[in-house]
């Protein structure tokens, strides 16, 4: 079957850094999506890896390691206002997205 | 003005009722999207289309039907409304000539039934 694995919640302090980690098992691959979504709201797309590595774009980073079924998004100088569920989803071999209920972060000053 | 607008943002209705989730978008995007998302689990497809003439069940279509009247409008209807179809739906569109091909997202239809 199809399956994400990413920590259920986890805390971090404005200023800092934190990682939120996620791994993937799918029938093929055809990239990664790291969406955010705030409570309530819908899901705004943060990042797409399709290629091994590390793309940057401003505070947020993502990694894929296609070999592992592994990625992470890092978010770097957190602002309370980054406090939102983060969501991994890969794209299997049809091109369905596949969703998880991601990680809930809770930003603490 | 948002570029994916859904309509009603908030619904009450009775068990039995038919309802109509409306969603039209100004992104000039072919391809259209519905989910629902219930507490603490992913989004799930309920059905997408990739132009006027092409519509798709996606993983829980029962209990639901879709009508795509133009590029940019595509509608959800629930026949006979359930208590168990009470969830928070999204419309969504994508440009399948973007590289990363990502979904915008309305602002969500919150749908209770009694």
């Known amino acids: 079957g199809q399956n994400i694995d990413q920590p259920t919640e986890m805390t971090a302090t404005e200023g800092a850094i934190v990682q939120i980690n996620c791994t993937y098992q799918t029938s093929g691959f055809n990239g990664l999506f790291w969406y955010q979504q705030h409570a309530g709201e819908a899901p705004t797309f943060l990042s797409y890896n399709v290629l091994d590595g590390l793309e940057e774009k401003g505070r947020f980073s993502s990694f894929l390691s296609r070999s592992k079924g592994y990625s992470y998004l890092l978010l770097k100088e957190l602002q309370m206002k980054d406090s939102a569920s983060y969501l991994c989803?890969?794209?299997?071999?049809?091109?369905?997205?596949?969703w998880g209920a991601g990680t809930k972060l809770i930003i603490k000053p | 003005d948002a570029d994916v607008t859904q309509t009603p943002r908030n619904r009450i209705t009775k068990t039995g009722k038919r309802i109509m989730l409306e969603c039209s978008q100004t992104?000039?995007?072919?391809?259209m999207y519905w989910y629902r998302q219930d507490p603490g689990l992913g989004l799930r497809l309920i059905y997408y289309s990739f132009d006027v003439k092409d519509i798709n069940k996606g993983e829980i279509s029962d209990g639901y039907s879709v009508s795509r009247q133009a590029q940019a409008k595509f509608s959800l209807s629930l026949e006979s409304a359930i208590p168990n179809q009470t969830a928070l739906y999204f419309c969504?569109?994508?440009?399948?000539?973007?590289?990363?091909?990502?979904?915008?997202f309305g602002e969500g239809s919150r749908l209770t039934v009694l």
């Open positions: 969504a569109t994508s440009d399948p000539d973007r590289e990363s091909g990502e979904l915008f």
């Open positions: 992104k000039g995007h072919d391809r």
């Open positions: 989803v890969p794209l299997d071999s049809n091109y369905q997205l596949i």
